[in-house]
């Protein structure tokens, strides 16, 4: 039994699958972006969700903690304050009762999950963005600097450039198209300055908020901006230039196959998908998209089978492929 545990900004998500590709139990809890929950202890926020979802997954399967074979956790933030990591990797310890699991940054999921844990990339674009790939097991990051001043490609990028692109508009530095009324609708605007109050002050900048403005970017390309699309475009190629410095640090040269596929709610655009299939399509590399296998949450859990030695095999990834729905839902920090 191997239980996955894929933690993002706003929700975390478990399963349980055993050897034979069986999925045998799947829980949702809170966010585990324990950089955001300082306040309520941040490591000790992580152990509560922890606690909470393998409980919801053990009790669904009928199982107790001790009978987890391999446990794999992808935390969001994990891994960027190194003075933390030590007590990162202690909490599963706690929560589970056994030694017998393996943490590190939630990117893996998406990569393990999309490509089957097999060497490749996987670009994450969900309220972050980066890139996590493999290569003779050799492992690379690229991206997710944080939503300040990275995370290019990500719902957060596209909602600031679309509240800069709203800015121009009612100043008349760019002709108005529709997403202003989009946006003035969506936030119900008295004026186009009471932006200013609803970001900053009601908000205080929080990046899951601005991040959920994304969607109506896509809404107003589809109804004909020009700008909304060519920040969705802009999207696009920023994370294709994600995968091609993954595959460069990794040593692929410009002839070999790269196997690339993607994670992340950012990917239910068309636009963003299909000016990222283009800019790889036309790079002088040669990469293979690969539509994504599975979704990160049980991509933990194929990752901790392998960890712990004993890979799914390909009948047992087949029936797994049979019951599991394949989804880019929204994941991250990335």
């Keep these: 039994m191997f239980l996955g545990v894929d933690g993002g900004g706003t929700k975390t ?26 306040a309520t202890g ?22 107790t903690r001790a009978d987890i074979g391999y446990a794999f956790l992808g935390l969001p933030g994990y891994g960027e304050v190194p003075g933390d990591i030590a007590a990162l990797d ?4 706690q929560v589970l009762g056994h030694q017998r699991y393996a943490c590190d940054n939630d990117m893996i999921c998406g990569w393990a999950g999309s490509l089957g844990a097999v060497d490749g990339i996987n670009v994450i674009s969900g309220t972050g963005s980066m890139t996590y790939g493999e290569r003779h097991g050799q492992g690379v990051r690229t991206g997710g600097w944080s939503e300040l001043f990275s995370d290019e490609g990500s719902a957060y990028w596209i ?3 679309a509240l800069n692109v709203f800015s121009r508009m009612s100043d008349g530095r760019l002709p108005e198209g ?10 119900g605007l008295t004026t186009d300055l009471e932006v200013i109050d609803v970001v900053l002050n009601r908000w205080q900048g929080h990046r899951s908020e601005i ?32 995968v091609d410095s993954a595959r460069r640090r990794l040593g692929f040269s410009a002839t070999e ?15 963003v998908l299909d000016a990222f299939t283009t800019e790889l399509r036309d790079s002088s590399a040669h990469y293979e998209m690969r539509h994504p296998l599975f979704e990160p949450v049980v991509g933990a859990a194929l990752y901790a089978a392998k960890l712990a030695g004993t890979p799914l095999d390909a009948v047992a990834l087949a029936a797994l492929r049979s019951t599991s729905e394949i989804t880019t839902t929204e994941n991250r920090h990335a």
Excluded: K
């Design 42 to 63: 941040g490591v000790a926020h992580v152990a509560q969700v922890l606690e909470e979802g393998i409980r919801a997954v053990t009790e669904g399967a009928g199982i």
């Design 90 to 93: 202690a909490v599963p310890g």
């Design 159 to 161: 909602a600031a450039r």
């Design 211 to 242: 991040a959920s403005l994304s969607p109506l970017v896509v809404e107003a390309a589809g109804l004909g901006d020009p700008q909304a699309a060519a920040v969705l475009t802009q999207a696009g190629q920023e994370l294709a230039l994600l």
């Design 257 to 271: 196959p790269v196997p690339v596929s993607y994670s992340g709610g950012v990917f239910r655009s068309a636009a």
């Design 13 to 38: 998500a478990f399963c349980l699958i055993d050897n034979a590709g069986s999925l045998r139990a799947r829980a949702v809890a809170a966010g585990a972006y324990y950089f955001a929950d300082n």
């Design 178 to 187: 529709p997403l202003a009324d989009v946006l003035r609708r969506h936030l």
